[in-house]
């Protein structure tokens, strides 16, 4: 416990019993964190925590979350020790098959939250919270886990209510209906299916590409690996290692976790998940993780071979590489299989069966998860269906396989918009604007653009 004068209001409070000694240093170390404005007005009485959530979505752009009206599932804290949660001032707070919901309010908070959605193996949605409210229930939360409750209950839930998961969103559906979204068009086969990428022709040594943002780590790997024989290529970031591994044939995947654009762990999930590129085996490397090493189960989860930690040991590096390489099995051509899936999708979709369609493309990005323009679809499929979180996810797989197609990045800036992420909306639109080649497109985004720039604290 810090030194506290035994007069002192926090010595009489643990004295008595109603703070702990670590209650009492959590309170001393807070004094010196000044708390910004609506923290204070909550604090005052001044405003409701819904009424600061509110306006904190019109400064902010993105949905905001009432904590006192939630009720939090506490499985999720397992993953996160709570002293990462109360310095980044994260916490999950809900949980479906597709995404984990977070509550943040620091942007610090950036890498802990890309390290939960490696342990979790699914997207991350922010949304962002009054600190002050978020401060007190992380406490709350891990306070109630240690009780052995399943659930953490807001402040202004009724102690009747039945405890079921439950989040009070404000900024979700906010967009006018059919403002932003443009209409899917008729599809056609010519425009969904891509050009053949340019593919290697097979060679008698085997093939490994090495995948870091690092150049001296890369050449560093390329070198130790040469006495093996292999023929090496590299990559510097998640998508270009995508446009490699489509290129192919390959053998083996050696790429670190941290990666930009599109992190190692996604390469890894797409290769294993597809029937296409499965017989790839990939090897992921890095330094330990912040909140906790990349263990079995995160491997498992996203269909890794292999791990080693940074820095490497080139003898440890070279027999696991043999090892992988020795007898290894060659891939099977299934181009075939993903034109005939996507056509029989397209021909669903043309005489009116919107869930077989969705179903087919399913299936299609199951066999190629590296082909952009099934995702585009089933986005479009989607949205044509409401399902705006669905039609978001495929949306953004479409675009970190191709960030420079307008029509994706108009699409995904539309569902952005319709579900409250303005400022994501702004970003993506201007991307857009700049790939556009179409005057009317462009008319468009910009008369969005000129609506959104209106609204107080989503300026560019």
């Known amino acids: 416990m810090s030194q506290i004068p035994d007069d002192s209001l926090g010595a009489l409070l643990v004295e008595r019993g109603l703070l702990t000694p670590d209650q009492l240093d959590d309170v001393v170390e807070q004094q010196r964190h000044v708390f910004p404005v609506g923290s204070l007005c909550w604090v005052l009485g001044y405003a409701t925590e819904e009424q600061l959530a509110s306006v904190l979505w019109q400064q902010l752009g993105v949905p905001t979350i009432v904590l006192e009206r939630c009720v939090m599932p506490l499985r999720l804290l397992d993953d996160l020790p709570p002293e990462v949660a109360l310095r980044a001032r994260v916490l999950p707070i809900g949980e479906d098959d597709d995404a984990v919901y977070v509550a943040a309010a620091k ?41 052995g409750a399943d659930f953490a209950r807001g402040a202004a839930v009724p102690h009747d209510a039945a405890l079921k998961a439950y989040l009070h969103v404000i900024g979700t559906g906010e967009g006018d209906d059919d403002e932003g979204m443009e209409p899917v068009e008729e599809l056609s086969t010519e425009d969904l299916i891509e050009l053949e990428e340019p593919v290697e022709p097979p060679t008698a040594a085997q093939r490994v590409l090495v995948v870091d943002d690092e150049t001296l780590t890369r050449r560093w790997i390329i070198r130790e690996l040469e ?68 263990d079995d189960s995160m491997l498992a989860r996203y269909g890794a071979d292999g791990f080693l930690e940074k820095p490497l040991d080139a003898d440890r590096m070279r027999e696991v590489v043999r090892g992988f390489l020795k007898q290894h099995p060659a891939g099977v051509p299934v181009e075939r299989d993903a034109r005939q899936h996507l056509e029989l999708a397209l021909e669903a979709y043309r005489r009116g069966h919107i869930d077989a369609a969705i179903a087919m493309l399913r299936d299609t990005i199951a066999v190629d998860p590296l082909s952009a323009r099934p995702h585009l679809l089933l986005g479009d499929l989607l949205r044509e269906r409401h399902d705006l979180p669905g039609a978001q996810r495929a949306y953004e797989a479409a675009v970190r396989l191709e960030p420079r197609w307008p029509r994706s990045l108009d699409r995904l800036a539309g569902v952005y918009y319709k579900v409250g992420f303005h400022a994501k909306a702004v970003e993506t639109w201007r991307l857009a604007l700049h790939e556009s080649p179409t005057l009317p497109l462009r008319a468009r985004i910009e008369r969005m653009l000129d609506k959104l720039d209106t609204k107080a604290g989503v300026t560019p």
């Open 107 to 147: 942007a610090h908070g950036e890498r802990v939250l890309r390290e939960l959605e490696f342990k979790k193996g699914k997207q991350i949605v922010v949304y962002a919270a009054v600190e002050i409210c978020l401060d007190r229930t992380i406490r709350m939360a891990y306070a109630a886990r240690e009780r």
């Open 227 to 294: 006495p093996l024989g292999v023929e090496c290529i590299e990559a510097w970031s998640g998508l270009e290692a995508i446009k490699q591994i489509k290129r192919g044939p390959l053998d083996l995947v050696i790429t670190d976790v941290m990666l930009p654009e599109i992190n190692g762990f996604q390469v890894c999930r797409s290769i294993k998940q597809s029937s296409r590129y499965r017989h790839i085996r990939v090897l992921l490397v890095s330094a330990n993780l912040q909140s906790g090493h990349v």
